[in-house]
């Protein structure tokens, strides 16, 4: 794919939850083009929706109606096996619990999801461990998720991610449990693999992480999107948000 196309696209996208005889709208007609090589930020109160888009994105859900493309394909209807392919080979997730398996090592963790791709024993070995050196925990790999920081297991998080070197990296609330100072250090290896040409799309209701990270920010509210900003030459993006958390009031 040549950077700048378009490398996944929602259009029209609704996901409708039956509760008893109620009708949850979580998503509700959203639109969204994403850009390849693009810093994307996802962000809105609870309940707005962003999380549900995200698993919509990730292939992780089906819509209940509308399209989703991912490289041009229509992945709206797909199987669960089909799904899981894409998910195995094009999408590389960061959750905000980490999501370690706790009785693996963390180059056991690393090498799960190349496992499940069928690389072989020595190849997932060396893979690995070239992606805790790139995250700064070669010094770790052999330590249990039981006997590392927060932050480590965020950084083995994002290791994982790269396992089967995705084209996009989906980040949800990726520094939720994580202090400021650590926060930090997990964005710059997300703004990292940004500037080696991996997409990154990150859901977030922090604006301060949106205006310091992002290029492009879906603002969602009640299953919609309410807003679309480009940051250029440093527009406040943070600023932006304000007044739509005052309009929405």
Do not use: C
Request: cysteine-free.
């Amino acid at each position: 794919m040549v950077k700048g196309e378009i490398i996944i696209e929602l259009k029209n996208v609704r996901k409708h939850y039956h509760m008893g005889e109620s009708v949850v709208k979580a998503v509700d007609g959203v639109n969204i083009s994403i850009k390849e090589g693009e810093f994307v930020a996802v962000m809105g109160p609870s309940g707005s929706g962003k999380s549900t888009s995200m698993n919509l994105i990730g292939s992780l859900d089906i819509p209940t109606q509308g399209k989703i493309y991912l490289d041009k394909e229509d992945i709206s209807q797909l199987s669960e096996s089909d799904l899981a392919q894409i998910r195995g080979k094009k999408i590389g997730f960061i959750f905000q619990s980490f999501n370690l398996i706790p009785n693996l090592t963390v180059k056991e963790n690393v090498m799960l999801p190349m496992m499940f791709q069928g690389t072989p024993d020595y190849e997932r070995e060396i893979k690995a461990e070239e992606l805790l050196k790139k995250v700064d925990l070669g010094d770790r790999m052999d330590h249990y998720p039981t006997e590392i920081s927060g932050g480590q297991m965020q950084r083995v998080a994002i290791a994982r991610s790269l396992a089967n070197d995705p084209e996009v990296i989906l980040a949800d609330e990726p520094t939720g449990n994580l202090d400021t100072k650590t926060g930090e250090k997990v964005m710059e290896f997300l703004e990292q693999l940004n500037r080696e040409g991996k997409t990154i799309i990150m859901v977030t209701h922090e604006p301060e992480l949106a205006q310091k990270h992002a290029s492009v920010v879906y603002w969602m509210r009640d299953g919609k999107v309410e807003k679309v900003t480009h940051k250029k030459n440093g527009f406040g993006i943070v600023e932006e948000e304000k007044k739509l958390m005052r309009k929405g009031k």
